[in-house]
């Protein structure tokens, strides 16, 4: 992938973020507010976002145990791909609860579907989970309607995030979560990861300059940010953004205390 820009590149993107856009395409890389817009996901990589060392690798469990997620909630993820996440929030909102999952690609939609009649055939309890086609710029949610909207590893390829955002919150109940889980750009990864990994600021500042209250932060994943976000008039108390170290661990909005942080691989001293 091609992240080198022309000179223009950087004035013609403050111009177009001082107008309200913020999004410049040069040279065939799609730029949001200085941050390259990563490839998005294909059915190729299906299988890897279910292989059976994922969970000891991200610790999934850390998550959930922030997330809060109880039976009885409408929990949506945007970007749900093949269900990694969302199976797991299926079985969580069960009984009584509600899990919409949205993706671009028909057939990620077709693979979520075969793994939850695998997982029931396997006897697990789960709500059933509404499968919607979501497009670039609307997450096809119902107005008011989400206590929980997670985008598990899906915000890095948003390309027009100001029109998605805008869409999340509408579909957010007046107390409902956003959540952002993103790959952590300031540890050096690599392979895939490394293409879609963003900083904790460069996070906030989409998101927050998009209208959002920052609620909660969980710095405790070997190798991912997670943070909580809600509508501006959101009863929700908001708090600081806390730049991401190595030493952190955090209690989330919730008052969740998760386990002590694993080390992660390396850190190269960045805050932003």
């Known amino acids: 992938m091609q992240h080198s820009i022309r000179p223009l590149a950087p004035l013609l993107a403050a111009a177009l973020a001082a107008c309200g856009g913020g999004q410049v395409e040069t040279e065939g890389v799609v730029e949001v507010q200085g941050r390259a817009v990563a490839p998005r996901t294909t059915m190729a990589e299906a299988d890897a976002f ?20 109880v039976p009885g909630m409408t929990a949506c993820e945007v970007g749900a791909g093949n269900g990694y996440f969302t199976l797991e929030l299926a079985r969580l909102v069960y009984p ?13 939609l077709d693979a979520l579907a075969a793994r939850e009649a695998e997982a029931r055939k396997q006897g ?124 952190f661990s955090t209690v989330e909005d919730d008052g969740i205390q998760p386990p002590p942080p694993t080390p992660p691989e390396e850190w190269d001293g960045e805050d932003e």
């Open 96 to 108: 009584g609860g509600k899990v919409i999952a949205v993706d671009i690609l028909p057939a990620m």
């Open 50 to 69: 279910v292989r059976p060392t994922r969970e000891a690798e991200e610790r999934r469990d850390l998550l959930f145990n922030g997330l809060n997620v």
């Open 124 to 247: 697990d309890q789960m709500v059933p989970i509404q499968r919607v086609g979501g497009q670039a710029d609307d997450p096809a949610l119902p107005e008011g309607g989400c206590d929980l909207i997670l985008l598990g590893h899906a915000y890095h390829e948003l390309d027009r995030p100001r029109a998605m955002l805008a869409g999340i919150e509408r579909a957010l109940a007046p107390d409902g979560r956003l959540v952002i889980v993103e790959y952590r750009a300031e540890q050096r990864l690599s392979g895939v990861e490394a293409v879609r990994a963003m900083k904790k600021g460069q996070i906030h500042r989409e998101i927050g300059g998009n209208g959002f209250k920052l609620i909660g932060q969980i710095d405790s994943l070997p190798r991912q940010h997670v943070l909580f976000y809600a509508r501006p008039k959101s009863p929700r108390l908001g708090v600081s953004l806390r730049p991401w170290r190595p030493k």
